[in-house]
């Protein structure tokens, strides 16, 4: 059987083209990608059973293919939600996406933990990485550094109960939960609270969570942080540094980089790769090589074991911050919201609102400076420009509900205000990609 000579198309190729590139824009990364690989491979596979010269379809015919296929998916599926709620990570609208291109290589790329050690290494210096299946199992494994059972020093305020009813740290769902010695008040830990700790002889572990390493590293009292650290080493205690939301980039002050926290010299650091990083959900522990050792001796650590697209999309999202051209910042959506400038979100701002203002429903839409959060329970460090809307007439809860039984669903912040006043909403262009502007202002319709 003769057959000519076929070069097919890479999924980027394809993902670029002015004919898909608008669905990719549109729909979910991954489902896109998913279908432009099945199409490729029916097609690979027809041409391997054809019983004739087989004519491979030009760039155009297998667009359209791709394009028939995404048109019956898109009828199936529901949009991806607007979040303009001020909260990065919120409950209704999950995580942003993942970047196609990420989603590419978990799909053509073999796992290899070496190529990601190295990336790590070449990021941050850290000695040694034990990537796991999620946090809670690398807090798990930390237990092999306490076979002893003694106390983990930890700040007073990391473990009390927010107002939001919910505990601001993993700790007391963890295995230290009968071990913690807690320093400190609810309200202030310093240097001394957690020397006192480490010096009471019977602490196995010195356990910073991401609130209390921010507060010192902007206290007013430089070395404070460097002080304890040293009291822990001198009796060989080893210090853990769990980074809940980290970067690997340092693109948004004050959230802490993976980086900083080896700087430090924390003996361990602990962050998931997923939420800011961009990539898939995975425990990561970085730092000393003897302390990994020692938890990779754990029965434990099979069950814990990444899967190997976890470790492809690990490995693909390294790659990308790895480059010097900062190519994260418009591959990976998280970054591309992180790194969009003030000034890029109040150019947005100011459009949204004279486009909003001529809608019936909104009375005045006026530009401000809003705070937002990355979970709903979080901390408002950080600011960003917003629209805040003043409805014209209707109940504002009434609003909320129809916007968010749209498709797409579209989640938008509730402001408080007096009886007899006008009713309101904020629009946070901090947690919505760019593209996402036009159908937002569609859903005032």
Do not use: C
Request: no cysteine; charged share 20%.
């Amino acid at each position: 059987m003769k057959r000519s000579k076929t070069i097919f198309p890479t999924i980027n190729e394809i993902l670029s083209s002015p004919t898909i590139k608008p669905w990719a824009d549109r729909l979910h990364p991954a489902a896109v990608v998913a279908i432009v690989h099945s199409v490729i491979q029916e097609t690979y596979d027809e041409m391997k059973s054809a019983a004739t010269e087989f004519r491979m379809p030009d760039f155009m015919e297998l667009s359209n293919r791709i394009v028939a296929r995404l048109t019956i998916h898109e009828t199936r599926t529901p949009r991806p939600p607007i979040n303009v709620t001020g909260i990065l990570f919120h409950p209704q609208f999950g995580s942003p996406l993942l970047s196609p291109h990420i989603v590419e290589q978990m799909l053509t790329t073999a796992s290899d933990i070496d190529t990601i050690h190295q990336l790590f290494y070449e990021m941050t210096g850290a000695d040694d990485v034990l990537v796991l299946r999620n946090t809670a199992s690398a807090l798990l494994l930390l237990t092999a550094l306490n076979p002893q059972h003694k106390s983990v020093v930890v700040a007073n305020k990391e473990i009390y109960e927010n107002e939001f009813g919910r505990r601001n740290t993993t700790l007391l769902d963890s295995p230290f939960h009968n071990t913690l010695q807690a320093v400190g008040t609810t309200n202030v830990t310093n240097a001394a609270d957690y020397i006192n700790g480490i010096e009471s002889g019977n602490t196995a572990i010195v356990y910073f969570a991401r609130t209390q390493y921010n507060n010192f590293r902007l206290a007013l009292t430089p070395g404070s942080l460097g002080a304890v650290l040293q009291s822990a080493r001198s009796k060989q205690i080893p210090s853990v540094l769990e980074l809940e939301f980290a970067l690997l980039s340092d693109i948004m002050p004050p959230i802490p980089t993976v980086g900083q926290g080896v700087t430090d010299q924390f003996d361990l650091v602990l962050f998931n790769a997923g939420k800011l990083i961009g990539s898939v959900d995975a425990g990561v522990l970085l730092g000393r090589k003897e302390l990994l050792d020692t938890i990779r001796t754990s029965p434990l650590l099979p069950h814990f074991t990444p899967s190997s697209l976890q470790l492809s999309a690990l490995r693909a999202t390294l790659s990308l911050y790895i480059r010097k051209n900062e190519d994260f910042k418009q591959t990976i959506p998280v970054a591309e919201l992180l790194a969009t400038s003030d000034s890029n979100l109040e150019n947005r701002a100011n459009r949204l609102a004279l486009q909003l203002t001529a809608k019936q429903s909104v009375a005045k839409a006026t530009v401000e400076t809003a705070p937002f959060r990355l979970t709903t329970d979080g901390i408002s460090l950080l600011t960003a420009p917003a629209v805040r809307v003043e409805l014209a007439s209707g109940d504002v809860a009434s609003l909320v509900k129809s916007l968010a039984a749209n498709s797409p669903s579209v989640g938008v912040e509730q402001l408080e205000t007096a009886i007899g006043q006008p009713q309101q909403i904020r629009i946070h262009l901090k947690t919505l990609p760019a593209k996402y502007d036009l159908p937002l202002i569609e859903a005032f319709e």
